[in-house]
């Protein structure tokens, strides 16, 4: 990839400088503090305001849905997301640059053996409010209940749900936390798709732009490499589009 056009580069750094949302409730995708941030979404940040010959501001959160709000008010101007449709009103996204698994955890106890066990009368699922995972189970699940929190595996404990909702990485490290309580479903329940976004009123060159770079950084290791750097599997990195 060449010199990048100027209007791209008004695009996206119309103040001069590229402000990016970074969600450091994903351990998988960053990881330390807002600031000192590292991994895979700090990495791909960094490259493209390199790219762009720009200064990056990394704005950090907690969680999905306040990285998604910095987006939509105007206070970002890239995030790092999982394509939702609930998100792609108004954000416009790249080919994905990694996947990870949704999964379950339920108490040791319980009769629950599969992700398709799930959707009952009567389950309870605890979810961290606006992430992915919430959105697509409060879409996609017709009998058991979506229960919200600050974080899902804290309202499945604090209430005694049957079941907790989370990213395959941080869920089995609070099984083995929680070894004689609970145990984890190994069946995901669904593929989540980690892209980049941008205001769906961006200039149609600046997402070809982004969805091209994506494409670059996973086919020339890059994205593996932060992956590795950052102490999580290379094995994530989505496969090309």
Not at 1 to 20: F, H, I, K, Q
Request: glycine share 8%.
């Amino acid at each position: 990839m060449g010199t990048v056009a100027a209007n791209v580069v008004e695009d996206l750094a119309s103040t001069g400088v590229l402000r990016v949302s970074i969600n450091l409730g994903n351990p998988v995708l960053a990881q330390g503090t807002p600031a000192h941030p590292a991994g895979v979404t700090v990495d791909i940040a960094r490259e493209i305001g390199r790219r762009l010959a720009v200064p990056v501001e990394l704005v950090c959160f907690d969680a999905a849905r306040k990285s998604f709000a910095a987006m939509t008010s105007g206070r970002a101007d890239l995030c790092f997301l999982a394509v939702e449709p609930a998100r792609e009103a108004e954000v416009a996204f790249t080919t994905p640059y990694v996947v990870i698994e949704g999964v379950y955890a339920v108490p040791v106890e319980s009769d629950l053996r599969s992700a398709a066990d799930i959707d009952r009368p009567g389950v309870r699922v605890g979810v961290k409010q606006g992430s992915a995972y919430d959105l697509y189970l409060s879409r996609t699940l017709q009998r058991a209940t979506v229960v919200r929190g600050d974080e899902g595996v804290d309202v499945f404990l604090g209430q005694g749900l049957e079941a907790a909702a989370g990213i395959r990485q941080p869920m089995s490290a609070f099984v083995a936390e929680h070894a004689d309580q609970v145990r984890l479903i190994e069946d995901r329940f669904m593929e989540i798709r980690q892209a980049v976004g941008v205001p769906r009123k961006s200039d149609p060159e600046t997402v070809r732009f982004l969805r091209t770079l994506v494409e670059e950084l996973k086919a020339e290791g890059f994205v593996a490499d932060a992956l590795g750097r950052s102490h999580q599997s290379r094995t994530l990195v989505a496969p090309p589009a």
